[in-house]
């Protein structure tokens, strides 16, 4: 086990090594530069300004320049919020996308989960169909639409939260962006638990255990759950990525310091070393993520075997 | 017994913290929770672009002049000034109790410093065209020339001297630009690229940098080092990012803001009936135009850019498409500089339906008609604003004969075309001024500007332009001759300008002094708050 741990470490950099130098050049092939805009550099200042950034250098040149950094763990600084670098951004932001996400991913899985098996429980009953008519809707409302419903009635009508604002740290300014980010992951989970639990609990050990006369709730939580989370895990690689990596636009609308924004901004902007940043961020993450649900799989299965 | 002590407890408990909240609002901080739409990009002063950097500097820093709450230039590190018969040469009087917030004096060659580094092509400054009315400055930049033989010297630690390459009667309103603010080379020098980082940023002005979280806040908090520290009444000004215009009016409601400098404009309507005078609106030094390419077939005849230009109704966009937050323009130059008269189109007192016959006369006789149209394709950056008014332009010259198609591109995109001189009819371009002179406006205009996108060129209008720069000793006769090289511009249909920008901000009727101005200039030293 432990070396197949190692052995997915090892082919983690080749992999990155690959993801960078794409994303290196794919960003340079959109037109314009990080410094186009309305208000029309002349030459020559634009030519200062993209010599104080290395612009100006062959392609490769900076390639190389780059790849160095990162080895050294520099990531540049940012082209459009010169004052930081691409590190001291993600730094600051980092920690705050990934206690909203965390938190709300905490919240997806568990009252996914429970909704999932209720669902399951009460298969083709009222219980089943609303919870099957809340995920639906939970998952098709957009989360634009949800947050400033959110902050309208509990932030204005009911005045029980802040309208945005980090409020640095504080629990009341999570409330809202947690609950916007987790609807649409619990709607998702709901499905998934569901069909699986479905699934589980038709199995032939299940009717095993309940001919045995096991209790309802050893049947459910002990045994059918097990076999039923595996789905779950495989969604939760991929999910904890992108939510531990922020939502621009719950970040946008909550008014949260997150690097949510940096994924659309940095590209829209054309800063180039921030868009490098974030591409590294989340391919670091899914890798990680991914090992750590392949691992999740060994242990909730123990016909699971990696040699 | 216990119950008499416990009840003795609470009691004088409660009276100490009575106490303590009757004494906490005498000593608690004035706090100016102000909103902005986006994010500074850099805190130094030779690294700015955009008018939220200069909202914060300006509390920040102090120019030579600055601005008051009209945006009228007032004295700032300098106390007074002297201009030459030849208007040549500025000496400006530093005022002697100017201090950096480090305690240090704010002297001459703390500006001399700062200019030469304004224009050192290692700084990469994009506003280094600020000070390009400085002799030998331009040539500096370019890379042609020696700081040593930049016009701007200290005669003593108090007085600063500075040398035009010619005459410029807005030289004054360039140095309220925050690119020609003063900055501490003792600080530089000592701290390299971290002396803009909070706490350690050293400032002239009247607040210092306490932190600067990107994306969350920026907070400023009273400079004591400050001359007039004892006139300025807010302790703590926390600049706020929020990029949502309509989460912005919710914080807002919610006394998150204290105000906001800008508003979700489709809702405008709704606003000002919610919200009445805490609403405020009203003209602002921009012009939203389209580029035409006049050196491009068929665009190269000016009566057909006339047509085009004539038949677009301008009343229409601003009052359906922009909510009445852009008002129509029949000029490049916007209304409110004092002393000048934009050189409206000819057309512009024409009713609408008279406009339209005209201009479908004139396409007739060229040869475009519904069934034979002109093509034109109108670019635009992605903007809901910018999509709609290009759609309501595509059904106004529909049935005039022009079958326009539209292609947006995303804002660099956009630009970086346009730069590149790119194959087009027609371009969506905004210009804001730098500075209150009509020459922000006309010069883009000029052959030799990268801005013009229009690719306008006009010997008239060089010589007109010529004559109004050769006659800056006399503003008023130069206001005249730019009023004669925008009227040149205007009918030779140099752009098509479409409408003026308007400020819109949102303000709680708490704070006093946010006056209304054309520059939409409100530097905190001027606000209070009950």
Redesign the interface.
């Known amino acids: 086990m432990l070396l197949y741990v190692f052995r997915r470490l090892l082919t983690a950099i080749p992999t990155l090594f690959v993801i960078v130098t794409l994303a290196f050049f794919l960003i340079r092939v959109a037109p314009g530069g990080p410094f186009n805009q309305e208000r029309g550099l002349s030459p020559e200042i634009k030519a200062n300004l993209e010599a104080q950034f290395g612009l100006n250098d062959p392609l490769w040149v900076q390639y190389l320049h780059y790849l160095k950094n990162l080895a050294h763990g520099d990531f540049g600084p940012s082209y459009n919020l010169p004052d930081f670098t691409v590190g001291e951004l993600f730094a600051k932001g980092l920690p705050i996308s990934i206690q909203l996400g965390a938190s709300a991913l905490v919240l997806a899985l568990l009252l996914g989960s429970l909704l999932g098996t209720v669902a399951a429980l009460n298969q083709n009953k009222a219980g089943d169909y609303s919870v099957i008519a809340l995920a639906t809707a939970g998952s098709t409302i957009p989360t634009f639409v949800i947050a400033p419903i959110i902050q309208l009635v509990f932030g204005l009508t009911w005045k029980m939260l802040p309208i945005g604002g980090w409020g640095d740290g504080a629990f009341v300014n999570k409330i809202g962006p947690v609950i916007t980010l987790a609807l649409p992951q619990i709607a998702i989970v709901a499905r998934l638990m569901r069909g699986s639990m479905i699934e589980s609990l038709h199995s032939h050990h299940i009717r095993t255990a309940r001919a045995l006369g096991l209790s309802d709730w050893s049947v459910v939580v002990k045994h059918a759950l097990r076999g039923a989370v595996l789905p779950i895990v495989s969604f939760t690689g991929p999910a904890a990525a992108a939510l531990l990596t922020g939502s621009i636009i719950v970040e946008t609308i909550f008014a949260i310091p997150g690097v949510g924004r940096y994924f659309v901004d940095a590209a829209l902007n054309r800063d180039y070393t921030l868009v490098m940043g974030t591409v590294v961020v989340i391919a670091i993450f899914t890798i990680v993520f991914n090992l750590i649900v392949d691992i999740m799989y060994a242990v909730v299965d123990p016909r699971v075997r990696y040699d | 017994m216990l119950k008499t002590m416990l009840k003795a407890t609470v009691f004088a408990a409660t009276l100490a913290v009575s106490a303590g909240a009757f004494q906490a609002p005498a000593f608690a901080d004035v706090v100016y929770n102000r909103g902005s739409a986006a994010?500074p990009?850099?805190?130094?002063p030779h690294?700015t672009?955009t008018i939220y950097e200069a909202n914060v500097l300006r509390d920040l820093f102090q120019g030579l002049v600055m601005q008051d709450e009209k945006a009228n230039v007032i004295p700032g590190a300098a106390e007074s000034w002297t201009v030459s018969d030849d208007g040549t040469v500025y000496t400006f009087k530093l005022r002697k109790d100017g201090m950096w917030s480090d305690g240090s004096p704010v002297t001459a060659e703390d500006f001399v410093y700062a200019f030469h580094r304004l224009e050192d092509?290692?700084?990469?400054?994009?506003y280094?065209?600020m000070l390009y009315p400085i002799k030998g400055a331009e040539e500096v930049?370019?890379?042609k020339g020696k700081p040593e033989d930049m016009g701007v010297k200290a005669i003593d630690a108090t007085t600063l001297e500075v040398t035009l390459k010619a005459p410029t009667p807005y030289f004054l309103e360039m140095l309220t630009h925050q690119a020609t603010y003063p900055v501490s080379k003792a600080s530089i020098d000592k701290l390299d690229a971290d002396w803009?980082?909070a706490g350690k940023l050293v400032s002239n002005g009247a607040y210092t940098l306490a932190e600067?979280?990107?994306?969350?806040?920026i907070k400023l908090i009273k400079n004591p080092k400050f001359w007039e520290a004892d006139t300025v009444k807010i302790d703590t000004v926390n600049y706020?990012?929020?990029?949502?215009r309509?989460?912005a009016i919710?914080?807002f409601?919610?006394g998150?803001l204290d105000s906001y400098d800008d508003l979700p404009t489709e809702q405008l309507a709704d606003l000002q009936a919610k919200f009445g005078d805490q609403i405020k609106v009203g003209p602002y030094l921009g012009t939203y135009y389209y580029a035409i390419k006049t050196d491009k077939a068929p665009w190269d005849n000016v009566e057909l850019r006339n047509a085009i230009s004539m038949a677009i109704d301008r009343d229409f966009l601003a009052e359906k498409v922009w909510q009445n937050s852009m008002l129509p323009g029949y000029s490049m130059v916007p209304p409110g500089i004092e002393g000048y008269t934009p050189a409206l189109a000819k057309y512009a007192d024409m009713p609408q339906i008279d406009r339209e016959d005209e201009a479908k006369k004139i396409l007739e006789k060229l040869g475009y008609t519904p069934e034979h149209p002109l093509k034109m394709e109108i670019r635009y950056n992605t903007s809901e604003n910018h999509k709609n008014t290009a759609v309501a332009i595509q059904e106004q010259l529909k049935p005039l004969g022009v079958e326009v198609t539209l292609l947006n591109?995303?804002?660099?995109?956009?630009?970086?075309?346009?730069?590149q001189k790119g194959n087009y009819d027609v371009a969506r371009?905004?210009?804001?001024a730098d500075y209150k002179d009509p020459e922000t406006f006309l010069g883009i205009s000029r052959k030799a500007s990268?801005?013009n996108y229009s690719d306008f060129d006009n010997a008239d209008f060089e010589k007109a332009m010529d004559k109004a720069a050769a006659a800056g000793g006399n503003p008023q006769e130069r206001m005249k001759d730019l009023s004669e090289a925008e009227r040149v511009l205007v009918d030779n249909v140099g752009n098509i300008p479409l409408l003026y920008y308007s400020y819109h901000d949102i303000v709680s009727p708490k704070l006093h002094g946010f006056v209304d101005n054309v520059m939409d200039v409100h530097p905190s030293r001027f606000i209070s708050k009950d």
């Open positions: 994010e990009e850099s805190l130094d690294k672009s092509p290692a700084t990469g400054a994009e280094a065209s930049n370019t890379k803009v980082k600067w979280v990107p994306n969350d806040h706020i990012p929020t990029e949502d309509a989460s919710k914080r409601e919610a998150e591109t995303d804002t660099k995109t956009h630009y970086s075309f346009l730069e371009a905004g210009w804001i990268g801005n």
